[in-house]
């Protein structure tokens, strides 16, 4: 399998609660960037950090990149129902090779 | 906005035929993308072209798949013959470079009987 690792691979969360993904992947890359899918569509691309960046934010959301752990994190804050969906980080790699994450089930309650 | 288009949204059909999906990517973007989803292996990059010419299809089973761009309108995926391992969604996505973040098409949901 191709895939990268994401945990966890699933999270049940209160509306209005922080939830926190991780991604670790193993070669060097160029960026990381991290996707939506709303059940039945196409993925939605949310955020883009490059490898000599370590924080990047786009309003609620807030990714993290550790290069020296290889590891990067997605955090969405004061979550809404519509946040429901899954997230995927994506590595593109210096030898300009793509590999997708296992993806995290994020379920938001009333 | 604009979108990347798909064709057929879903698909049916019996083992050993072929099937051709279609994909209208996002005018201007030069680098197009064929992904296969399952829940067995997530999402697998089979192909992908830039400015028409393909760039890397290693992910691509090369017996039976093949992906071609006839012009820059439109990008195609073949699979033949067909086997029920084949079933899975599968999307195009275009962008304005390799690096660069991609837009999705919403899919084929393909099933072989």
């Known amino acids: 399998s191709q895939q990268g690792e994401e945990d966890p691979q699933a999270l049940s969360i209160q509306e209005g609660e922080n939830a926190t993904m991780n991604c670790s992947y193993k070669?060097?890359?160029?960026?990381l960037q991290w996707y939506r899918q709303n059940s039945g569509r196409g993925l939605v691309h949310l955020i883009l950090?490059?490898?000599?960046?370590r924080e990047k934010h786009s309003g609620r959301l807030r990714v993290t990149l550790d290069t020296s752990k290889k590891s990067s994190s997605l955090l969405i804050t004061a979550s809404r129902a519509a946040d429901t969906a899954s997230y995927f980080c994506a590595q593109y790699s210096s030898a300009s090779k793509i590999i997708f994450g296992s993806g995290t089930r994020l379920s938001i309650r009333p | 906005d604009a979108r990347v288009t798909q064709t057929p949204r879903h698909k049916v059909t019996e083992m050993g035929q072929e099937v051709t999906m279609r994909c209208q990517p996002i005018?201007?973007?030069?680098?197009v993308f064929w992904y296969r989803q399952t829940m067995m292996q997530g999402l697998e990059l089979l192909a992908y072209f830039r400015n028409r010419a393909p760039l890397d299809d290693s992910g691509m089973p090369k017996d039976r798949f093949s992906a071609e761009m006839p012009d820059a309108t439109l990008a195609t995926l073949k699979i033949q013959p067909s086997e029920p391992r084949d079933s899975a969604v599968y999307f195009c996505?275009?962008?304005?470079?390799?690096?660069?973040?991609?837009?999705f098409g919403d899919g084929t949901r393909l099933s072989i009987l």
């Open positions: 950090i490059r490898s000599n960046e």
């Open positions: 070669t060097s890359i160029n960026n």
């Open positions: 996505a275009s962008g304005p470079g390799t690096f660069q973040p991609q837009h």
């Open positions: 005018l201007g973007h030069n680098t």
